[in-house]
């Protein structure tokens, strides 16, 4: 059973750092393309950052030199580091592991909410 934790949420005040943290099971994230998305109030998911097994990263153009995702493929963990957060940055983050090899399959965590506020 595969399984994708998130951690690392909470409260943050405008311009302050988040560090966000998945912990995958059940999966090889070696293999697997890893993502954070996010998710406003009224609003679709959008991509915030991917890298594949590669090491090829890509960003939503809102999130670039702020936001940073990075892997410990040792720890089977993949993070998102968030800085100069702004308060349209509030959403809940999920995890998302792509695996690459046949069968393909997409997998989610159960999200981390993000708040940036005064």
């Known amino acids: 059973q595969v399984q994708l934790v998130e951690s690392g949420g909470g409260l943050v005040q405008p311009g302050g750092s988040l560090r966000l943290s998945c912990a995958a099971s059940?999966?090889?994230?070696?293999?697997?393309?890893m993502g954070w998305y996010r998710q406003a109030p009224g609003k679709q998911r959008e991509l915030v950052a991917r890298?594949?097994?590669?090491?090829?990263?890509s960003y939503a153009d809102s999130v670039k030199g702020r936001f940073t995702i990075s892997r410990d493929n040792a720890k089977n963990t993949v993070y998102l580091q968030m800085n100069s957060l702004k308060p349209e940055d509030t959403a809940v983050y999920y995890c998302?592991?792509?695996?690459?090899?046949?069968?393909?399959?997409?997998?989610w965590g159960q999200g981390t909410q993000v708040t940036v506020s005064s």
């Open positions: 890298s594949t097994s590669i090491g090829r990263t």
């Open positions: 998302n592991a792509f695996y690459e090899l046949p069968p393909q399959r997409d997998y």
């Open positions: 059940g999966i090889i994230i070696s293999l697997s393309t």
